[in-house]
């Protein structure tokens, strides 16, 4: 199994990032295989990191545990508990302390900080006796929970299979004020809540932000001339511009796969259809007429579909296109109203809010429409948005009353319904792709 390949050395300043022999013994032994919601985390131990600052070390190790924990496949053992308190990155365990601990996986690893932050990390099968992943890193000392992060994902890779998700933003819409008239502006935060910033003022209001492929642009809905406009804002200058001028209302916007084109919605005479343009401007591609309201497209990871909600046939339905328009069909049948459609990026399932009984649902399907499963039920809840892994769907929560929504997560087999920390009232969330 290769880890990380993705990530390149020079563009991320680490170096290292070369893998040790793994067992296949081992990986078998320790690999976590979720089939439905019925399985237990695995047990696991973290020692703290060793470091020459024996704090930095136990910081380090205490994000590493909580973003295993967070996922729901871990149960990180108490530091406290182990028989061994400070990890040994350069030698092989005793493995019959461990055994007798009850401990299976074992995580060791290292971290110091100085003109840089160097970092290793070694897991260990107890019972084979044998390693299953070894990594190590540099980096630049500003990266300190980003180096964290990163080896997360690489022991969710080495024993949950595919990748991880830790080594991601989330962009968000944060909402102050009173509720009759609250401040809305985008803000962009680490996938557990920290190294949180604001985007925009919050002048004007700021809806539904969304990723780009490469990660340093975000496409939102922004109301500066009192319409609703779509506009691109580069997160590594801060330059933000209009996308165009295509109607009295742009909206709802999302990339393409490739990060060439940005699907929207215009509201023209009353009617709503879906355009695409690309990234740089020029003359929009029309993608359906019509009288109906058709909004929110989602692009499929192969950039050859497109799925949206409209409501053609008398209530608001998922229905699915080519990406280049033009014969949609509707997949959703369900009772109610669907929206929000958004494909995985695995492209095997959808995810959508659908709204029935006087309650919000979270839910998958597969692309045909098939299979379908609700996997969080609300006063209100919607805006789903995937961990690039395809495992985690983010979205936000709205209890009504005086409160403000939050942002919330559950897993695709309806598990591990956790509430993702915010400095304000949060809504619209966006998950970035892993990053490069």
């Given at each position: 199994?290769?880890?990380?390949?993705?990530?390149?050395?020079?563009?991320?300043?680490?170096?290292?990032?070369?893998?040790?022999?793994?067992?296949?013994?081992?990986?078998?032994?320790?690999?976590?295989?979720v089939?439905?919601?019925?399985?237990?985390?695995?047990?696991?131990?973290?020692?703290?990191?060793?470091?020459?600052?024996?704090?930095f070390?136990?910081?380090?190790?205490?994000?590493?545990?909580n973003?295993?924990?967070?996922?729901?496949?871990?149960?990180p053992?108490?530091?406290?508990?182990?028989?061994?308190?400070v990890?040994?990155?350069?030698?092989?365990?005793?493995?019959?302390?461990?055994?007798?601990?009850?401990?299976?996986?074992l995580?060791?690893?290292?971290?110091?900080?100085?003109?840089?932050?160097?970092?290793?990390?070694?897991?260990w099968?107890?019972?084979?006796?044998a390693?299953?992943?070894?990594?190590?890193?540099?980096?630049d000392?500003?990266?300190?929970?980003?180096?964290?992060?990163?080896?997360?994902?690489?022991?969710?890779?080495?024993?949950?299979?595919?990748?991880?998700?830790?080594?991601?933003?989330v962009?968000?819409?944060?909402?102050?004020?009173p509720?009759?008239n609250?401040?809305?502006?985008?803000?962009?935060?680490?996938?557990?809540?920290?190294?949180?910033?604001?985007?925009?003022?919050?002048?004007?209001?700021?809806?539904?932000?969304?990723?780009?492929?490469?990660?340093?642009?975000?496409?939102?809905?922004?109301?500066?001339?009192?319409?609703?406009?779509?506009?691109?804002?580069?997160?590594?200058?801060?330059?933000?511009?209009?996308?165009?001028?295509?109607?009295?209302?742009?909206?709802?916007?999302?990339?393409?796969?490739?990060?060439?084109?940005?699907?929207?919605?215009?509201?023209?005479?009353?009617?709503?259809?879906?355009?695409?343009?690309?990234?740089?401007?020029g003359?929009?591609?029309?993608?359906?007429?019509?009288?109906?309201?058709?909004?929110?497209?989602?692009?499929?990871?192969?950039?050859?579909?497109?799925?949206?909600?409209?409501?053609?046939?008398?209530?608001?339905?998922?229905?699915?296109?080519?990406?280049?328009?033009?014969?949609?069909?509707r997949?959703s049948?369900?009772?109610?109203?669907?929206?929000?459609?958004?494909?995985?990026?695995?492209?095997?399932?959808?995810?959508?809010?659908?709204q029935?009984g006087?309650?919000?649902?979270?839910g998958?399907?597969?692309?045909?429409?098939?299979?379908?499963?609700?996997?969080?039920?609300?006063?209100?809840?919607e805006?789903?948005?995937?961990a690039?892994?395809?495992?985690?769907?983010?979205?936000?929560?709205?209890?009504?009353?005086?409160?403000?929504?939050?942002?919330?997560?559950?897993?695709?087999?309806?598990?591990?319904?956790?509430?993702?920390?915010?400095?304000?009232?949060?809504?619209?969330?966006?998950?970035?792709?892993?990053?490069?």
């Open positions: 199994m290769t880890l990380l390949t993705r990530r390149n050395a020079l563009k991320l300043g680490l170096a290292g990032g070369v893998a040790l022999a793994a067992s296949p013994s081992a990986m078998a032994a320790l690999q976590i295989v089939e439905g919601a019925n399985f237990q985390p695995l047990p696991i131990a973290i020692p703290n990191f060793a470091s020459a600052d024996p704090s070390g136990a910081e380090i190790a205490d994000i590493v545990r973003n295993l924990r967070r996922s729901g496949l871990f149960l053992l108490d530091p406290a508990s182990l028989p061994v308190q990890g040994d990155v350069n030698n092989t365990p005793d493995f019959n302390t461990w055994r007798t601990a009850n401990v299976d996986a995580v060791m690893g290292a971290v110091e900080r100085g003109g840089q932050i160097s970092s290793s990390v070694r897991v099968d107890t019972q084979q006796a390693q299953v992943v070894g990594k190590s890193y540099n980096t000392p500003n990266s300190s929970r980003r180096v964290a992060h990163i080896i997360s994902d690489a022991i969710y890779e080495s024993l949950a299979g595919g990748t991880g998700y830790f080594d991601t933003r962009v968000y819409v944060a909402e102050s004020g509720k009759a609250r401040v809305k502006r985008l803000a962009i935060m680490d996938q557990d809540g920290a190294n949180n910033q604001f985007l925009t003022e919050g002048n004007t209001l700021a809806l539904t932000p969304r990723f780009s492929p490469n990660n340093d642009l975000v496409t939102y809905m922004n109301f500066e001339d009192g319409n609703p406009q779509v506009y691109i804002l580069q997160l590594s200058t801060g330059k933000q511009q209009r996308l165009g001028s295509f109607g009295a209302m742009t909206f709802a916007p999302r990339f393409s796969p490739d990060g060439g084109r940005i699907a929207f919605s215009v509201e023209n005479a009353g009617a709503t259809n879906i355009y695409s343009v690309a990234v740089g401007g003359q929009p591609t029309q993608l359906t007429s019509g009288q109906a309201i058709d909004t929110g497209p989602s692009y499929s990871p192969n950039g050859s579909n497109i799925i949206f909600e409209s409501d053609r046939g008398g209530s608001p339905q998922i229905y699915m296109m080519g990406a280049g328009g033009g014969n949609a069909q997949i049948y369900g009772q109610g109203s669907y929206s929000t459609p958004v494909y995985s990026p695995k492209g095997d399932l959808i995810a959508f809010t659908r029935s006087g309650q919000f649902n979270i998958i399907m597969a692309p045909d429409g098939s299979g379908e499963r609700m996997l969080y039920t609300s006063f209100h809840a805006g789903p948005t995937w690039p892994n395809g495992r985690v769907i983010m979205f936000f929560q709205d209890p009504g009353g005086n409160d403000g929504p939050k942002l919330m997560s559950v897993d695709i087999w309806g598990r591990n319904v956790q509430t993702i920390p915010t400095d304000s009232y949060a809504s619209d969330p966006a998950w970035s792709p892993l990053r490069a």
